[in-house]
């Protein structure tokens, strides 16, 4: 959006929620449990990559050559993959942030926490441009994924579902912020970055009368 946070209230905007960083994993885990269409769609991925990884492990387990040791290993190394993706993750919100006019973006972590943030500062975003941002990664990674699932043997095919069991699992805090937005999908809701102070900012447009009049 081409408005500025301080832009915000002269054009009818009204704060309705403040996130705290250090708070993120309980808000997401309210939304998670809202029953929206991201969420759904979250859980359901979730399921189906499940099940694939129960039929893989038990393909064939009447077989002679069947090692369930092996099988595990080769499905570990695909939960061990998941975390070096961790950056290239970041990376691609980054990049989707760029996409839709964002010039200050950083990165924040808590170790402790297990979280991960791509932020762009003072940059304000609608529902459609955060869909962007949320959902690069998840779509491409699972894209390029999806892609190497057929073309690998077997046992890789554990990595590959390991990795995409993983990943999809991580991307649990995207999926949580696009259920606080399709859970206000009739409220046009507006949301930025503070850096500085590691909160991200919630709007809602009540009063669209002071943007028509400023066009």
């Not at 399921?47 to 492990?57: E, N, Q, S, W």
């Not at 760029?98 to 304000?124: E, I």
């Not at 779509?139 to 990943?167: D, E, K, P």
Request: with cysteine.
């Amino acid at each position: 959006m081409k408005i500025k946070p301080e832009e915000l209230s002269e054009n009818g905007y009204v704060l309705i929620d403040s996130l705290g960083h250090k708070e993120l994993v309980p808000f997401i885990q309210t939304y998670m449990k809202k029953r929206t269409r991201y969420s759904v769609i979250y859980y359901l991925c979730n399921i189906i990559v499940f099940g694939l990884a129960g039929y893989y492990f038990i393909e064939g387990y009447r077989l002679p050559e069947y090692s369930f040791g092996s099988r595990f290993t080769y499905f570990s190394y695909g939960l061990a993959f998941a975390l070096v993706l961790l950056p290239l993750h970041e990376y691609i919100h980054v990049l989707a942030y760029k996409s839709q006019g964002a010039t200050q973006t950083s990165y924040d972590a808590n170790l402790k926490k297990f979280y991960f943030m791509a932020l762009a500062d003072k940059f304000v975003v609608n529902k459609k441009e955060f869909e962007v941002v949320a959902l690069a990664p998840f779509l491409i990674i699972t894209a390029i994924l999806t892609v190497l699932f057929f073309i690998t043997n077997s046992n890789w095919t554990l990595t590959i579902i390991g990795t995409l069991l993983a990943h999809t699992a991580m991307c649990s805090g995207d999926f949580g912020l696009l259920s606080y937005f399709e859970f206000h999908k009739n409220r046009q809701v507006v949301t930025y970055d503070d850096v500085e102070n590691k909160i991200s900012y919630f709007f809602e447009q009540i009063d669209e009368t002071k943007t028509t009049q400023q066009k």
